[in-house]
């Protein structure tokens, strides 16, 4: 029984970080935190400023999460798929 439950934990945990994976890119989350900070998502975007990465904040915590992310190129702030 407790290894069942452990397997499915395993499957709940594999599942959110697929889900996580489809926004943020592993290559620009270097510290792997699931977050872009401004000097991250810099080093992938040389032209990005600090009021576009602000205006994409829109939780106004310092970092974009997936979702911001989604939004910030469904805007078409940040470019999708690069
Ligand atoms: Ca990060």
């Known amino acids: 029984m407790k290894t ?5 934990a395993g499957v709940l945990t594999l ?3 697929t889900a996580q994976a489809q926004e ?5 989350d ?8 401004f000097p991250e998502l ?5 032209d990005l400023t600090a009021e576009d990465f602000t205006a994409m904040d829109t939780t106004g915590d310092g970092l974009l999460d ?3 992310v989604m939004a910030a190129q469904e805007a ?6 690069e």
């Open 4 to 8: 069942m439950t452990a397997a499915f």
């Open 15 to 17: 599942a959110a970080l």
């Open 24 to 28: 943020i890119d592993a290559e620009i």
């Open 30 to 37: 270097v510290n792997g935190d699931g977050f872009y900070s």
């Open 42 to 46: 810099g080093v992938a975007l040389p």
């Open 66 to 68: 997936a979702a911001e």
């Open 76 to 81: 078409g702030l940040m470019p999708a798929d």
